[in-house]
């Protein structure tokens, strides 16, 4: 049945999703406040980013590390850093590099901004916290606005990902990563073994259209 109802959702709501999102479009939520250009990822028309910040908003973040990769319109990055948190966003879409720094701006926080590939641009350190939002279609993404959806035709992205992560945590470092039921969970889940990591679901969100996971990634060895 929800696969159904996903269906008939997505062949009336997609058309006008896509013609609203043509457009900046401003967006609030939490107190922060967006402009969300139609190239970025628009945080309060997809789920995930919102079940990921509520969960991040259960840790402590106050004087910590906080890394996102792939920040896109910066709502989780300006929340943790309204927190207190010394935050690094990440995104390989220019545009959206842009729109997190007006962005930050416009909410009165400082945040560091990379243009990076996952971890490419990034000086290897230890994070208190790692947020992931990944793209998990498989598909080569074609343009920069692509690069938000899709991981490559073999996951390419998160074999990147996973190659690279040890060099940015410790023993006490909490990575969180939100995935949906339309992606291949079980490939992730073996690209993440192959590197030694573990991915527990610690959350999950199910509606009619779809449901989401919080996943929180381990370093093996240190179990």
Not at 72 to 82: E, Q
Not at 87 to 115: F, H, K, M, R
Not at 159 to 166: K, P, T, V
């Amino acid at each position: 049945m929800r696969g159904f109802v996903k269906y008939i959702v997505g062949k009336t709501y997609k058309p006008l999703l896509v013609k609203y999102l043509s457009k900046t479009r401003s967006y609030s939520y939490r107190g922060i406040n967006l402009e969300v250009p139609p190239e970025v990822f628009h945080p309060g028309f997809f789920f995930s980013t919102r079940l990921l910040l509520r969960y991040v908003a259960r840790e402590s973040l106050h004087g910590k590390t906080f890394l996102e990769l792939g920040a896109g319109s910066g709502l989780i990055s300006i929340y943790a850093a309204k927190r207190g948190a010394n935050v690094i966003a990440t995104d390989i879409n220019p545009v959206a590099l842009q729109s997190i720094v007006n962005n930050a701006e416009l909410n009165g926080v400082e945040i560091e901004t990379v243009y990076s590939d996952v971890f490419r641009n990034l000086v290897p350190q230890a994070f208190d916290l790692i947020v992931i939002n990944p793209p998990y279609y498989k598909k080569h993404p074609a343009s920069n606005a692509d690069y938000a959806w899709y991981c490559g035709e073999n996951g390419e992205y998160f074999q990147s990902l996973f190659a690279g992560l040890n060099q940015y945590m410790s023993s006490d470092s909490v990575v969180l990563m939100v995935l949906c039921d339309g992606c291949d969970i079980p490939m992730i889940k073996e690209l993440a073994n192959e590197s030694e990591f573990n991915m527990r679901c610690v959350y999950s969100n199910k509606t009619l259209i779809e449901a989401n996971y919080i996943f929180k990634i381990e370093q093996a060895r240190w179990f």
